[in-house]
Structures are given as C-alpha cells and as structure tokens.
C-alpha cells in the first residue's frame, strides 16, 4: 500500500535531549513537510522540502533541523533549543515541487511529549 | 493575520441531521486554493477535497457538499444526514499562488451522537 508512514507514535523525551521523528513516503512524491500542531490549533509549517538535498524554513523552523538525503525520507529533529517541543507532530507529502498548489496527504502523527 | 477563519469551535448534532461547517478566508491572490481535511481521533489528517479559486461549481461527494462563494470569501461544508463516523475536527486551509504553505483554520469540533 502507498502512504506516509510516520514512527514512532508517542515519543517521551527529557528535557535537553534532541529526539528524531521519522518520516517516510513511498508515494514516489518530491515534496514533504513537517507541520507542528498544538491543542486547539491548526497546523503550522516547520520546514519544507521540494527535492532531495534541498529544504526551506517555515514558520516555526527555530529549534528543529531537518535533512532530505532520500526522496523517501525527510527526518525532523527537534534540538533542545526547542523551548516548547510537546506537541503533534505531522509530516506530509505531494507529488509536484510546488507546496502552494499541490495537495497534500499527512501521515498519522508522532505525539512528543517533553517529560 | 489568521487568512482562514473557522468561527464555530465545536459543534454537536444528533445522527442524522445535517451540519455545515463554515470557512472565511483572505487572499489578495488572485489565484488560490481551498481545501478540507478531516482530522478522525486517530489524528491522521484525511484529504477531502481541493478546489481552485477558478472553479466557483459546488461540489458534492456522497453525503458531503461544499459551496465555494468568492463574493462572501466564503467555502463552506456540508454533511447530510450525519452518521457518528462524521465525528472528527475538520480543518479548512488556503494556499496562494505567491506563498509556500498551506495556511490552516483552527478548526472546527463536530461530535455526531446517536
């Protein structure tokens, strides 16, 4: 089956640690992002990817880092300096390079949680 | 600024009664895009429906139906007849033409009870 796969699904992390949310599309898609989402809140953008080896902050991008080695993956760190990580995590993906015209499908979530 | 304003938070209704859930945004963009997910518990976001800002044609899918209203900036969802599977937060969302990113609403909390 085609999809976004996303793991783990809960995620405890103490404070100053980093952690890495894994991300991986099968849907042979060039784009993927990463969306935070906070309760009560809709979905903001945290970085951006459009092709392999290429990536592009959003909104929130302080206190993550990302890397696009593969096409299929798009792993998101969230560093220490991240000073409020507990949250829902999304990644998405889409099949052109254009994130403001093409659509997006979400894997099911990583929920961090800072202990 | 918040460019997509979902206004109702929750919104409760008996099985079988119609809901629509409403969608105000704001674009200078004379070309964008509108779009609906549905948010189940499990917290995968669904994809319902993209629409261009070209394409004022309502649309209806099953039990859904959307009416897109560029006059009032306006891109409502409709259900018939709910079923308590309709259950979940939809989240209305914009692109533009001239931005990065898809901008999302708050979204809004729809409990269908038998």
């Known amino acids: 089956d085609g999809g976004i796969t996303q793991s783990p699904k809960y995620l405890f992390r103490k404070e100053g640690q980093n952690v890495t949310l894994s991300c991986e599309q099968n849907l042979n898609h060039d784009a993927m992002y990463w969306y935070r989402q906070d309760p009560g809140q809709g979905l903001r953008l945290i970085y951006y990817s459009q092709i392999v080896n290429d990536f592009q902050k959003g909104d929130i991008a302080e206190g993550y880092s990302v890397s696009r080695e593969k096409k299929e993956s798009f792993p998101l760190t969230v560093t220490s300096a991240q000073k409020n990580p507990t949250a829902f995590y999304l990644c998405a993906s889409s099949g052109g390079q254009s994130p403001s015209t093409d659509t997006q499908y979400f894997g099911p979530g990583t929920r961090l949680t800072v202990l | 600024a918040q460019k997509v304003t979902q206004a109702q938070t929750e919104i409760s209704v008996v099985e079988k009664e119609d809901v629509t859930l409403d969608c105000v945004y704001e674009?200078?963009?004379?070309?964008?895009?509108l779009f609906w997910y549905k948010q189940p518990p499990s917290g995968e976001l669904v994809f319902l429906i993209r629409?261009?800002?070209?394409?004022?044609q309502n649309e209806i899918s099953g039990r859904y139906s959307w009416n897109f209203q560029k006059s009032t900036s306006s891109f409502n969802f409709t259900i018939t007849a709910s079923q308590v599977v309709d259950s979940a937060v939809y989240f209305c969302a914009l692109s533009e033409n001239s931005g990065y990113a898809l901008n999302f609403g708050k979204g809004t909390s729809l409990l269908v009870t038998p």
């Open positions: 629409r261009n800002s070209f394409d004022e």
């Open positions: 674009t200078r963009d004379t070309t964008y895009y």
